[in-house]
């Protein structure tokens, strides 16, 4: 390996098959011809790469590369970094517009008068159609509404209000696996572990569980997590629409900075007991491992359904033998989520087979713990 890195850094040129033979995912964020995988520095005179017509984020270098451009930049790969520079354009000029950096979302308007189950709902654009018909006009709107330089900002809002339902979504399917009386229930108490940015930006969204249960009155959700900071201010504050709040309903924030093993003896966890827990991509079997046994212990022992998300499969394959080998018991085991975020996060270290993904997304996959095996 350490090899391989001192070639790539290297302004030497370099015979082809010692290219050919060096793994891709050591050669990226720069531009590169993607058959041969030099860069513009490694000629014998400097390079021209000529990117792809479609992305410009390919590069082949020569005719003979341009050949098997196409086999080594795949349409699937094209379309995924097309969709990760529209989403990083619009989302600065989004955040330069608000003057703050906050996750675009669009949400439904008002709350529902008849209960849908979402398990009867296809995809997305079933969702659309039968829960939030006004999504396409609303998402136009509000792509009039931003000074942007995006070629097409009403296609790339749409994308990244698309992506913005997976959190709320993700937790409506989780519940209506795990609380038998849910189209009845007049509250609900949602603790989401492991809470950083994402989460935290995204909160605003999850008005749509106040919407989207008829019955619903009360929501609460605490989001508890180092990454979090403490607003205790907001405890009781009602963060509900106007519609919600003239119906007597009630949506409140609760911020516990710390890890959830620790919260869990707190007084706001005991009584707060959860109806439902959620940790999103918490990568727990890489990173800070041990913080993680702890507070799976501790939902292990409260005994209350928890849904857990994963970017990818192996990921959570990872996540599902640690938490077996600590006695949890697999409610409900590891499948696609539905609800999947829809824009790529371009990710390298997948890019090692000619036509592999690039990137993953979020919450892609899903399971449900609960309790002792």
């Given at each position: 390996m350490g090899q391989h890195l001192r070639l790539v850094i290297s302004s030497t040129p370099i015979p082809d098959l010692q290219f050919q033979q060096l793994p891709q995912v050591y050669i990226f964020d720069q531009e590169k011809c993607e058959v041969c995988l030099r860069t513009r520095f490694q000629f014998e005179k400097p390079g021209r790469l000529h990117p792809c017509s479609s992305c410009r984020l390919a590069w082949w270098c020569s005719s003979e590369c341009q050949k098997d451009f196409s086999k080594s930049h795949s349409k699937r790969q094209c379309d995924e970094l097309q969709k990760t520079v529209s989403v990083d354009r619009l989302e600065v000029d989004y955040a330069i517009h608000r003057r703050s950096h906050r996750h675009l979302h669009v949400r439904t308007e008002r709350p529902r008068?008849?209960?849908?189950?979402?398990?009867?709902?296809?995809?997305?654009?079933?969702?659309?159609?039968?829960?939030?018909?006004?999504?396409?006009?609303?998402?136009?709107?509000?792509?009039?509404?931003?000074?942007?330089?995006?070629?097409?900002?009403?296609?790339?809002?749409?994308?990244?209000?698309?992506?913005?339902?997976?959190?709320?979504?993700?937790?409506?399917?989780?519940?209506?696996?795990?609380?038998?009386?849910?189209?009845?229930?007049?509250?609900?108490?949602?603790?989401?572990?492991?809470?950083?940015?994402?989460?935290?930006?995204?909160?605003?969204?999850?008005?749509?569980?106040?919407?989207?249960?008829?019955?619903?009155?009360?929501?609460?959700?605490?989001?508890?997590?180092?990454?979090?900071?403490?607003?205790?201010?907001?405890?009781?504050?009602?963060?509900?629409?106007?519609?919600?709040?003239?119906?007597?309903?009630?949506?409140?924030?609760?911020?516990?900075?710390?890890?959830?093993?620790?919260?869990?003896?707190?007084?706001?966890?005991?009584?707060?007991?959860?109806?439902?827990?959620?940790?999103?991509?918490?990568?727990?079997?890489?990173?800070?491992?041990?913080?993680?046994?702890?507070?799976?212990?501790?939902?292990?022992?409260?005994?209350?359904?928890?849904?857990?998300?994963?970017?990818?499969?192996?990921?959570?394959?990872?996540?599902i033998r640690m938490l077996k080998g600590m006695g949890v018991r697999i409610k409900k085991g590891l499948a696609l989520n539905k609800w999947k975020g829809v824009v790529p996060t371009t990710n390298n270290y997948l890019n090692v087979d000619e036509d592999g993904p690039i990137a993953s997304y979020n919450s892609y996959y899903r399971y449900i713990i609960q309790g002792r095996a």
């Open positions: 008068t008849t209960y849908l189950p979402l398990s009867s709902i296809s995809d997305r654009e079933d969702y659309f159609r039968r829960i939030f018909p006004g999504f396409s006009s609303e998402t136009k709107s509000v792509a009039g509404t931003i000074n942007t330089y995006h070629p097409d900002p009403v296609s790339a809002v749409r994308l990244v209000a698309t992506e913005a339902t997976c959190f709320p979504l993700t937790v409506i399917a989780a519940l209506e696996d795990v609380v038998p009386d849910l189209s009845v229930r007049s509250s609900l108490c949602i603790h989401v572990v492991g809470a950083g940015p994402r989460e935290l930006y995204s909160k605003g969204i999850l008005e749509e569980l106040l919407h989207f249960f008829p019955m619903l009155k009360r929501l609460k959700i605490f989001f508890v997590g180092p990454e979090t900071p403490d607003e205790t201010a907001d405890k009781n504050t009602n963060v509900a629409c106007q519609y919600c709040i003239a119906k007597g309903h009630m949506r409140t924030f609760i911020y516990h900075s710390s890890p959830y093993h620790d919260f869990a003896f707190t007084a706001d966890a005991s009584n707060n007991r959860p109806d439902l827990i959620v940790a999103l991509n918490t990568g727990m079997s890489e990173v800070e491992t041990e913080s993680w046994k702890r507070t799976i212990g501790v939902i292990r022992d409260l005994d209350v359904p928890g849904v857990f998300t994963a970017y990818t499969k192996l990921e959570a394959e990872s996540e």
